[in-house]
């Protein structure tokens, strides 16, 4: 009867231990998305202010709602745009020279001023 018990204690315990050692690989891997869908929505916002540097459009309005995860913030300051979320920061380049902030729940219009001589 002690070596079934013993038996079923040692097996709860091999059972955890294998719970516990998925969990923290499963995380790790969750991170390197979640890192990974981070440095891709950076260069997409990157790649959307050179479309509109080298457009025809004078205004564009950004919804941090739209294109922002909950909780993160942009910041885009000379030819850089920066992305972070707590201790993270992602950073792409872009040819945008202006600067504005934006974070989640909020809008900006962002216009870009031409010289007289080129209009």
Partial sequence: MIEFTLSRVVLCISGIVLLVSVAGGLSGIYDMERGSMD???????????DVFESSNSDELI????MILPEGYSLYVHDH??????GYRTHIAE???GGS?????????RITRRRSRRSS
């Fill in 94 to 96: 872009t040819e945008y």
């Fill in 39 to 49: 440095d891709n929505l950076v260069e997409r916002i990157g790649y959307m202010l």
């Fill in 100 to 108: 504005f902030s934006l974070q989640w729940n909020e809008a900006k």
């Fill in 80 to 85: 850089f745009v920066e992305m972070s979320f």
């Fill in 62 to 65: 950004l919804d941090g709602t």
